[in-house]
């Protein structure tokens, strides 16, 4: 039969038609690439899951690089050398290291005499940053610190703030001891012994031994000992820990979504397959919505819509109907899987 400027037309009509479908089709895919968090296959390595599990995944990243390498202009792929789970770790940490940093005071006191000294020592995981009182002279070496009281007041608050001495320690909470050194002179009794001259009955003079008492300054010392923990909120670190949980499952979730979508669009089960590329499965769908046999359409005209897509005036075989029916429920299932 000899083709018309109208068949050529409505054949045309069709394969722009079967174009769009392929686009919408395919930009489901270009969006769970985009939404993919992209890990190295260094971090995969490093997740608590099964070698079986760690495979899989790296074969949903062998297929996003295929296709961003094959879509460069609508594909980018977001690599990231930690996944979501170390993140939260990481900002818990961050989080630590600022706490930790907080100005800190310990008051102590006495109601004997005045404190000339304080000694401060924290566990070794962690070290002074600064310390501080009014009118003290401060050393300071790593986990311990001095305070020398030049004006021995009665009453004392110490400043201090505290840094991690070497790794970041979540569940070692920072245990301060104090101890103060306390100094009061009072005034004690002394003995002296004397030998006089004394007349006896007889008045003859003799020698007697006398004990003398007088009072004498003497310095007295004491200690008073305290002590203060310091950690970062049990709660704040379990609410961090059910995050990374949280994190991790989504970190899974999201390559499961882009394996879902390959196996619907390509008809490729990247679980089973060991040779991943972009060749769709002859039964797929992307392979269906290539409609090979367009040719054969017939073109008589009839009115009403064809699935929306098709022009009014296009009239296509019932077998065709069918399948291009079909491609339109499987787009609409993708449109539900992609709002997941």
């Known amino acids: 039969m000899k083709k018309t400027n109208k068949d050529e037309k409505e054949r045309q009509t069709v394969a722009a038609v079967v174009d769009e479908l392929k686009k919408s089709i395919l930009a489901k895919v270009t969006d769970a690439v985009n939404d993919l968090p992209y890990y190295s296959n260094e971090s995969i390595d490093k997740l608590k899951i ?48 600022k706490n930790v940093k907080n100005v800190q005071t310990m ?70 001891n104090a101890t103060a050194t306390t100094t009061e002179t009072i005034k004690e009794a002394k003995t002296k012994e004397e ?41 704040s670190v379990n609410k961090n820990i059910e995050n990374s949980n949280t994190a991790l499952y989504n970190d899974l979730e999201n390559y499961t979504q882009l394996a879902t979508v390959v196996k619907t669009i390509y008809g490729l089960d990247i679980a089973k397959e060991n040779n991943i590329s972009l060749e769709p499965k002859e039964d797929s769908l992307l392979k269906k919505a290539e409609l090979k046999d367009i040719n054969k359409i017939l073109t008589s005209s009839i009115s009403g819509a064809i699935l929306d897509e098709l022009s009014k005036e296009l009239t296509v075989p019932n077998d065709k109907i069918l399948e291009l029916s079909e491609l339109k429920k499987n787009s609409d299932q993708l449109k539900k899987l992609s709002q997941r």
Not at 198 to 205: I, L, V
């Open 107 to 176: 008051s102590i006191s006495t109601e004997q005499g005045k404190i000339k000294k304080v000694e401060l020592l924290v566990n070794p995981q962690y070290k002074f940053a600064s310390v501080s009182a009014k009118g003290a002279n401060v050393t300071i070496n790593s986990n311990k610190a001095v305070l020398n009281l030049t004006n021995k007041p009665s009453e004392v608050t110490v400043s201090y703030q505290l840094e991690y001495a070497k790794d970041v320690t979540l569940f070692t909470p920072a245990v301060v």
């Open 195 to 235: 030998v006089v001259e004394e007349k006896d009955k007889n008045g003859k003079k003799v020698k007697k031994k006398k004990t003398a008492i007088s009072p004498e300054n003497k310095e007295i010392e004491r200690t008073i000992v305290k002590t203060t923990t310091h950690q970062e909120p049990l709660d």
């Open 50 to 97: 099964a070698d079986e599990d760690k495979e899989y995944l790296k074969k949903v990243n062998s297929f996003a690089e295929q296709y961003a390498k094959a879509n460069r202009e609508k594909t980018t792929l977001k690599r990231r050398a930690t996944t979501r789970s170390q993140d939260q770790l990481d900002n818990l940490k961050d989080a630590a290291v």
